[in-house]
């Protein structure tokens, strides 16, 4: 692969990454929640999740998801129910005083490391809008000419870099907002501000899918 092509696929997914999603705002409220470095297993988990749609997609199944209607409309509708009811379980979290005076080291004793990178996984996962993209995007950077396996491996690897920094960074942010947010009725006010986004990103996948069918 050229290196000038390498570049520009660096700008362009960069822009993309940084675009605050799903991922994202997960990151910053387990970033606040549960402190940078537990907030590592959501980076990761929406990270491989990437890397799952990636394969997929350059496997060729990411073109029969999008050729078969009631497939991908099934995908969607998953995908919104999930966002759905993890906005509703961040609506009714009331937050605890524990988690913000101490964020890098106190954490609920039902949010393990493995529950931490599975909420990030699903969330990453339960975007059917990746399998387009990266569908779409691959066969812009990839040569013909040249081994397929061997600039998969680039793409998919430059991808991973950049998604679990922008992510990382995303859950410093949220881990600094824990000087603001010192008392409960702050933390409702977040838990409910992060769930409403949810539950609104939910709905409008759900929305669209059902438009399109």
Known sequence: ??????????????????????????????????????????????????????????????????????????????????????????????????????????????????????????VGISNPKDILFFTALFPGFIDTSAPHLEQYFILAGTWFVIDCTSMFTYTSLGNRLGSWLKNSRNIRRFNRIVGGVFVSLGSSLALSAVASK
């Open 1 to 122: 692969m050229a290196i000038s092509v390498w570049l520009i696929y660096v700008s362009v997914i960069t822009l993309l990454i940084i675009t605050p999603g799903p991922s994202a705002l997960l990151c910053i409220s387990d970033g606040l929640k549960f402190g940078k470095k537990r907030s590592v297993a959501t980076v990761l988990g929406g990270a491989i999740a990437a890397l799952v749609l990636m394969t997929i997609s350059a496997a060729g199944l990411g073109a029969l998801l999008v050729t078969s209607e009631k497939l991908f409309f099934l995908l969607k509708i998953l995908g919104a129910m999930y966002l759905i009811y993890l906005g509703w379980q961040s609506w009714k979290d009331r937050g605890s005083l524990e988690h913000i005076s101490e964020p890098t080291i106190s954490i609920s004793e039902n949010m393990s490391v493995y529950k931490l990178f599975k909420k990030g996984f699903m």
